[in-house]
């Protein structure tokens, strides 16, 4: 192996530092825009027509835009966010415009999946809009949310992967610096295993997350 | 109380409309359990979601203790709502929560203090006879457990109305048939007025006072229960007062007739508001010097009253046999005879020849 031990923390420390941040940013966004899509559609609490027309398509938009090009496309405006184009922080800009979308399909699926019968019974009872969202669908639908975030993580150190494109390091990048193109085949074993191992441990978490709060043992 | 005047209620999708209530009047006095009953698409959920505006109506009114609640603000609405529980088939309960929070969540959705929540969602519980469930979750319950736990919910606002749409419907007979004395037990302890739908005649015949039956949006028929099920007027009706008592003769009995070594006489009483302690037939057997035997019989109760018919065999001389006829017309019962033709076995329809005797 023609990496130091030392490259391969440093990397796993950049993706770990890539993900949470931009899962956190990602999920805020991918929160206010799921439920957003929810609650504005035909039919709906807050049906509105104008809100669901806009928001739906840009979602889409993100949605089909590959990663790698999304990454390049974005530079001027990661530029203007956080002062430079390259790097790791700079990653981020990016990784949560692709996560954020993604988030927001995955959550407004949870929530669509939330019987209409409580919706009624909720309106049954005077809730108000914001009263429905926040104690009858977002409880109704919190397992299913955590698989959700849990796919939409998984989803996202394969994003960090190609972040390695734009100098933006972890895992990813020494695959591809140290592995690929100097034909280490060896560093390409471990940095593959320590991803693996990633996933493993994250939908583990996830799936363990939901079957209890489902009360399921 | 509950008045729809005129209530019309169409959805319109795409291109055609569809009228789900037709110019509805209706009155639902306080303290009534009115029953609405109606096949499948009639318009019966339509009509009691026009009581809490989960539908809004189209055109025309619906009252609510004297109040159009379409012209209240979103704000008075949702005050007026805590007025008017509502029960569902499918319960509609919050599975991630418990039994106590489920029937909290009304209460919770005020500023109210945990001391008085922790007080009324006991006192509930322990009227609908969960106490023991407090802390159980939704998918730890039997069905019927569950819809008590929809009746508790709706009853913890202290509601002067509550709407049932199929609460049974999920159940079997014997949930069914408890969780009807409990709405009972409600309307008849707290004087809540219940509106109940419904497409089974056998709820309407245990617990309501009052129904109408719908049909394509219409109510085509009103009136006190005794009276619907004592003269029903339109088909639809009839068809469903048939469901719960059936006056129809069996083949059996026709087949007995027609044996050529059969020497008796077959009548049909039919009991429709006659005083509960009239035990009939005993008292022919008694009086008159004719054996009574009972072939068939429904008898069902409305509202502490026996209905239904008997088919009983009188065997005796024929001038006893006439009097104790006589007899039994006398008590204010319909009685008719049971005769066939021969080759007329699956002729149902009742003997014409009825209210005479001969020989
Ligand atoms: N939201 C809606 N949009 C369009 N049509 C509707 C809607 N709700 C009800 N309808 C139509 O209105 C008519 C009456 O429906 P409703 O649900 O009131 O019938 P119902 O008597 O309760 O029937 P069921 O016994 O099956 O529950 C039906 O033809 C139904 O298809
Ligand atoms: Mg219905």
């Not at chain 1, 035909?42 to 104008?50: D, S």
């Not at chain 1, 978490?205 to 043992?217: A, P």
């Not at chain 2, 979601?49 to 209240?72: A, H, M």
């Not at chain 2, 709820?203 to 009052?210: A, F, K, L, Q, S």
């Amino acid at each position: 192996m023609k990496v130091s031990s030392q490259i391969i923390i440093d990397a796993i420390w950049e993706t770990l530092y890539m993900v949470s941040i931009s899962l956190f940013f990602g999920a805020i966004l991918g929160f206010i825009l799921g439920v957003t899509l929810v609650v504005t559609r035909k039919g709906h609490i807050l049906q509105n027509k104008f809100i669901f027309g806009v928001v739906n398509p840009i979602v889409n938009i993100f949605r089909s835009i590959p990663f790698i090009i999304l990454l390049v496309a974005i530079i001027p405006l990661t530029r203007l966010i956080v002062g430079s184009a390259i790097g790791t922080t700079a990653a981020i800009v990016p990784l949560v415009l692709h996560i954020g979308p993604y988030i927001s399909r995955l959550i407004e699926n949870s929530l669509l999946e939330v019987d209409d019968g409580i919706i009624e019974a909720a309106k049954a009872m005077g809730a108000s809009p914001f009263q429905i969202i926040r104690k009858f669908l977002l409880p109704e639908a919190f397992p299913s949310l955590i698989l959700s975030v849990t796919t939409a993580t998984i989803g996202l150190i394969g994003a960090t992967a190609m972040a390695g494109a734009i100098g933006g390091g972890g895992i990813g990048d020494v695959a591809i610096t140290y592995g690929y193109q100097r034909f280490d085949n060896t560093t390409i074993l471990v940095t593959v295993i320590i991803l693996v191992a990633f996933v493993q441990l994250i939908q583990s978490i996830g799936n363990v997350l939901e079957r209890r709060l489902r009360r399921v043992s | 109380m509950i008045e729809f005047k005129h209530t019309t209620k169409e959805f319109k999708s795409g291109n055609n409309t569809v009228r789900a209530l037709y110019d509805v009047n209706l009155m639902i006095n306080k303290g009534d359990i009115f029953g609405v009953i109606g096949f499948s698409g009639a318009g019966k959920s339509t009509l009691i979601r026009t009581v809490n505006l989960l539908e809004y109506p189209t055109s025309g009114e619906v009252i609510v203790d004297g109040k159009n609640l379409v012209n209240l603000s979103k704000k008075k609405l949702r005050e007026e709502k805590k007025n008017i529980g509502m029960i569902f088939q499918h319960f509609n309960l919050l599975n991630s929560k418990t039994v106590f929070d489920n029937v909290a969540m009304p209460l919770s959705l005020d500023r109210i203090k945990r001391k008085e929540i922790e007080k009324r969602v006991n006192e509930v519980l322990q009227f609908v006879g969960l106490e023991d469930k407090v802390h159980s979750y939704i998918d730890q319950l039997s069905g019927g457990q569950k819809q008590r736990v929809g009746i508790a919910r709706a009853l913890v606002t202290q509601p002067s109305i509550l709407l049932c749409d199929e609460a049974t419907s999920a159940l079997d007979p014997q949930t069914t048939k408890s969780i009807l004395e409990l709405l009972k037990r409600i309307n008849e302890e707290y004087k809540i007025t219940i509106l109940i739908i419904t497409h089974e005649m056998e709820v309407i015949r245990d617990i309501c006072n009052r129904v109408a039956v719908m049909q394509n949006g219409e109510v085509i028929e009103t009136g006190d229960v005794f009276e619907i099920f004592s003269k029903p007027k339109t088909e639809t009706a009839k068809n469903f007062v048939k469901s719960v008592v059936h006056d129809e003769i069996p083949d059996s009995v026709y087949e007995q007739l027609q044996k050529s070594e059969y020497s008796g006489r077959m009548y049909k009483l039919d009991f429709i508001g006659v005083n509960a302690g009239q035990p009939i037939v005993s008292q022919v057997a008694k009086r008159f010097d004719v054996d009574v035997n009972v072939l068939f019989g429904t008898i069902t109760e409305l509202q502490n009253t026996p209905f239904g018919n008997l088919i009983v065999e009188l065997i005796g001389e024929e001038v006893e046999i006439a009097r104790a006829f006589e007899y039994i017309k006398s008590k204010n019962i319909k009685v008719q005879e049971v005769t066939t033709h021969e080759g007329e076995l699956t002729d149902h329809h009742r003997c014409d020849l009825g209210n005479v005797i001969h020989g």
